[in-house]
């Protein structure tokens, strides 16, 4: 089971960044799927997740400024940042868990550096 994600980068503020994540040893329709980041000095946060029923999730701070996609034949999950700030400055990872959207999921990639400068 591997989560590989990619797509982070410097960009400034107000700017755009999709971030990818390839499945492989499993199948993301099978199972919750989300982003979380974790600013240096800060707890890891969720930023956003897809539950098994389709449902999707947002943490309130990014409301209106990312959106969480799956495209079932490549196996692979996005996040789409847009109106990028400072703050958002983390570096990005996605998770995957057999059951639910949590915490604590089960299968977690190596994640992707956004820097975000002013």
């Known amino acids: 089971v591997q989560l590989q994600a990619s797509g982070g980068g410097l960009v400034q503020s107000g700017g755009s960044l999709r971030l990818s994540c390839a499945a492989s040893?499993?199948?993301?329709?099978?199972?919750?799927v989300a982003w979380f980041r974790q600013a240096p000095g800060k707890q890891r946060e969720a930023v956003s997740c897809i539950g098994r029923d389709g449902a999707t999730y947002y943490a309130d701070s990014l409301k209106g400024r990312v959106t969480i996609s799956r495209v079932n034949a490549k196996n692979t999950l996005y996040l789409q940042l847009n109106d990028l700030k400072p703050e958002d400055t983390a570096v990005y990872y996605c998770a995957a868990d057999t059951n639910w959207c949590q915490a604590d999921m089960e299968y977690w990639g190596k994640g992707t550096q956004v820097t975000v400068s002013s």
């Open positions: 040893g499993f199948t993301l329709n099978d199972h919750a």
